[in-house]
């Protein structure tokens, strides 16, 4: 079936399609084995014509931004997965208004609206990912989030329909969406407001150098493993907790922030698991609190994820 759906995607599109990618290669926790058929489609048209053959041939679908926010099973991830880190890149300006494809990247997208004197993007300076990512994520830092001044999202549904919601019919929330797990989102619109060049800047900077000093930009991770529970912190309770440094394997809690969890070589996604259960439980013995991941699993079994 699924040689039968690549030979049509193929011949119908120009997207590119691989069967067993590994999918470490896509994930900046450098973890993750085989997709079974992944697919890099060039455009929105061939995007659209892809998901459709996908539909049609009845296979399961995973999306993928450029992979910054999820923990993939060694196991890899049955049916197709679509990358759109190297399509959908189109962003521009209009006056106040910006609009962007969701395999934008948010970098990208930050640097545009700070250039055109545009205040409300620029605490997301250094946050990775695409846009898709950003918004199903509700992605945010230093106290701005990217659902703030979103005016609609296009997106294809489950029923292959495109649509363009408005803000308001979303619901946003501490890095979470109410998007359906089977919308694909193709681009959104900002409503952003003018400012001085020199507030906007000084932001932009102090979102840079905050992360600096706190996070280990130079280990593989995937930024914040778990939320941060309402008027506390993952990372501190983590470090009370004595983890901070903690390893399986290749697996480790990082010195410089114990809720960054640090690919320090060749991880397995089993290491990395352990790890996440150990802190999971540590925290629940110890301040009985029951910390939620931020990060995505995708590909493991319920059975091996249950409690978390
Ligand atoms: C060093 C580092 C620092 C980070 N700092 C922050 C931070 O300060 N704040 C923060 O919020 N996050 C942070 N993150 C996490 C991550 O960068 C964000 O969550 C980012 O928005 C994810 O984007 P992505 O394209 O990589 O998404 P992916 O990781 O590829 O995917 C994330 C989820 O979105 C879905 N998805 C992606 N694109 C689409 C689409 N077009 N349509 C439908 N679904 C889609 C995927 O299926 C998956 O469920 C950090 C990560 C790292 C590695």
Redesign the pocket.
């Known amino acids: 079936m699924i040689k039968n759906t690549l030979e049509k995607i193929k011949n119908k599109t120009s997207s590119i399609c691989r069967l067993d990618e590994p999918l470490k290669k896509?994930?900046?926790?450098r973890i993750g084995g085989p997709a079974e058929l992944m697919i890099f489609p060039k455009n929105k048209v061939d995007l659209i014509k892809t998901i459709q053959i996908i539909n049609e041939n009845k296979i399961q679908l995973?999306?993928?931004?450029?992979?910054?926010?999820?923990l993939i099973s060694d196991k890899g991830i049955k049916g197709a997965v679509i990358?759109?880190?190297n399509s959908?890149k189109q962003v521009k300006v209009n006056r106040n208004e910006l609009y962007a494809e969701?395999?934008a990247?948010?970098g990208k997208i930050v640097k545009l609206a700070v250039k055109n004197n545009l205040i409300g993007l620029e605490n997301?300076n250094?946050?990775?990912?695409?846009?898709?990512?950003?918004?199903?994520?509700?992605?945010?830092?230093?106290g701005g989030?990217?659902s703030e001044n979103l005016s609609c999202v296009e997106?294809i549904n489950s029923k292959n329909e495109l649509k363009k919601i408005k803000k308001d019919e979303i619901n946003f929330s501490y890095?979470k969406s109410s998007?359906d797990n089977s919308?694909?989102?193709?681009s959104a619109e900002f409503k952003l407001r003018e400012a001085e060049k020199s507030i906007i800047s000084e932001n932009f900077l102090k979102a840079q150098s905050g992360?600096r000093n706190t996070?280990?930009?130079d280990k593989?991770?995937?930024?914040?493993l778990f939320k941060n529970p309402k008027n506390n912190s993952a990372g501190k309770l983590i470090d009370e907790a004595g983890l901070k440094g903690f390893v399986i394997g290749d697996a480790k809690i990082s010195d410089k922030h114990a809720n960054?969890f640090i690919n320090n070589g060749d991880a397995s996604s089993e290491d990395m698991l352990k790890l996440i259960k150990k802190a999971h439980s540590t925290v629940k013995e110890k301040f009985s609190i029951d910390l939620e991941l931020?990060?995505?699993l995708?590909g493991f079994e319920e059975s091996q994820i249950k409690g978390l």
């Open positions: 896509h994930t900046t926790y995973t999306i993928l931004g450029s992979g910054s926010n999820v990358s759109l880190k959908l969701c395999g990247m948010l997301l250094g946050v990775p990912g695409t846009l898709g990512g950003a918004l199903i994520m509700n992605a945010g830092a230093w989030e990217i997106l890095r998007f919308d694909i989102l193709l992360r996070q280990p930009l593989r991770s995937a930024g914040s960054f931020e990060v995505k995708m």
